[in-house]
Nanobody
Framework: QVQLVESGGGSVQPGGSLRLSCAGSGANLAYYMVAWFRQAPGKEREGLACISGTDTSSVYTDSVKGRFTISRDKAKNTVYLQMNNLKPDETAYYYC???????????????????WGQGTQVTVSS
């Protein structure tokens, strides 16, 4: 099994940027599909992006496409989410999640992921 710990959240002004980190332990994240989700109070959990276990494919939901980038650092066993031009309605708790298996593709579907981090708060306000 893999354990996931998110970091990098905090407060940022509208239009600002943050880079979230998802650090894996207990297993090599190179063998996992990894995704980022967020959930704001009163709203359902929303998938944002995923990266395949082979690190050859990534998928983004339309609302973040062009602004967010998911990537890996294999040496650090960490997956990142670079978030640019953040909007106030993107204030939420952000989670990373993982699915075992080395596949060439991924999907931003909550039911696919069995391993979840504790999350990190992102607040976008002026």
């Amino acid at each position: 099994q893999v354990q996931l710990v998110e970091s990098g959240g905090g407060s940022v002004q509208p239009g600002g940027s943050l880079r979230l980190s998802c650090a894996g332990s207990g297993a090599n994240l190179a063998y996992y599909m990894v995704a980022w989700f967020r959930q704001a109070p009163g709203k359902e959990r929303e998938g944002l992006a995923c990266i395949s276990g082979t690190d050859t494919s990534s998928v983004y939901t339309d609302s973040v496409k062009g602004r967010f980038t998911i990537s890996r650092d294999k040496a650090k066993n960490t997956v990142y989410l670079q978030m640019n031009n953040l909007k106030p309605d993107e204030t939420a708790y952000y989670y990373c999640a993982a699915r075992a298996g080395v596949l060439t593709d991924c999907a931003v579907k909550e039911y696919l992921y069995g391993y979840w981090g504790q999350g990190t708060q992102v607040t976008v306000s002026s």
